[in-house]
């Protein structure tokens, strides 16, 4: 295929659940494919030495050049169409701190949520995932493949907009382990899902516990990851951040039910109890999200062709799941 031209959509990204925490399965016939819109491939980002050394001349060495590729994080960055599948699943249940599975399953962070933390080679199957980013070209060995790997940010947003008003999905893959950069497996067989999920099927729309007239949304998990210690295949040890942030954003329009939003916003003295952000489904299973209790971090004025509000949350938790996404 030395003479082939590949477009970015030739490419793609595979999940499969890992039963040992860094170690990749054989993912031939039962890894998950991402309904991406191209792949964006990592920066290896290697560890390099090159400095000029107290030698002869100013100009760099051969014997002075070194460079680690173990001792680094590696992240990668995927957008696409949300689809209620098991690939997608994976990655939410990653991201909120859940049990890693092979089926579509209800996502929730849970109310004292701490995230997941383990080491790289520990028997643990619902913990890390293995992510293998495949080019049209896999027989000739590029596939790159990466192990040990967490979820540390996930969205869904949708724009009655664009591509009428369907969900889409963006994601940051990170991992702690040296990826694979030449591997030949043929990944597959299991096609993302085949159903769109759009704004159209909505039936209840709420933004601090109002219902409103909505053009736009998205809603974000954010849980970093870090690691530590070392080992020959990089860091020994994975975890998360200090912080699991759930927040929401919501383009509304501003009218006789939505216009004290801002009000409440500017006279906020403790969280909304209750409906603090809802999008559900006709079909409830439709991936329908639900914040009950959160605060407004912003509210402004959108001045296009009809007036806007902006409208910013962050969940927090207390008796009930800070965020809840319907899907099973």
């Not at 020994?236 to 004290?260: C, H, M, W």
Request: net charge negative; charged share 15%; glycine share 8%.
């Amino acid at each position: 295929m030395a003479n082939a031209v590949f477009s970015p959509r030739d490419f793609q990204a595979w999940v499969i659940e890992e039963a040992t925490c860094g170690t990749a399965p054989t993912f031939t016939s039962n890894a998950y494919q991402l309904d991406v819109d191209s792949v964006a491939f990592p920066s290896l980002n290697p560890n390099q030495v090159a400095s000029v050394r107290s030698r002869a001349g100013r100009v760099l060495h051969k014997s002075d050049f070194f460079q680690d590729n173990e001792m680094r994080a590696v992240e990668v960055t995927l957008s696409g169409t949300f689809r209620k599948d098991v690939g997608t699943t994976i990655l939410m249940q990653s991201v909120t701190g859940s049990t890693i599975g092979t089926s579509v399953a209800d996502v929730e962070v849970a109310t004292a949520a701490t995230g997941v933390s383990g080491l790289y080679g520990e028997s643990a199957g619902d913990k890390t995932f293995t992510l293998i980013l495949a080019p049209p070209d896999y027989d000739d060995g590029y596939n790159t493949v990466l192990t040990g790997c967490l979820c540390t940010s996930f969205t869904i947003s949708a724009d009655s907009g664009t591509d009428g008003g369907i969900y889409k999905f963006s994601a940051t893959i990170s991992t702690g382990f040296n990826p694979t950069t030449n591997n030949t497996a043929n990944p597959g067989n299991n096609a993302f899902g085949t159903s769109y999920i759009s704004v159209t099927g909505l039936s209840a729309k709420k933004v601090a516990a109002i219902d409103v007239v909505m053009t736009a949304f998205d809603v974000t998990i954010e849980s970093p990851a870090i690691y530590t210690g070392f080992s020959s295949s990089g860091y020994q040890a994975f975890s998360r951040g200090e912080e699991i942030s759930i927040t929401a954003n919501a383009t509304v329009k501003y009218d006789l039910a939505s216009r004290p939003i801002y009000h409440n916003f500017n006279g906020q003295t403790g969280f909304t109890d209750g409906n603090m952000f809802v999008m559900t489904q006709g079909t409830a299973t439709d991936c329908s999200i639900s914040i009950p209790d959160g605060i407004l971090t912003d509210v402004t004025f959108n001045e296009g062709d009809a007036m806007m509000l902006d409208v910013a949350i962050k969940a927090v938790t207390g008796d009930q799941a800070p965020i809840t996404f319907d899907l099973a």
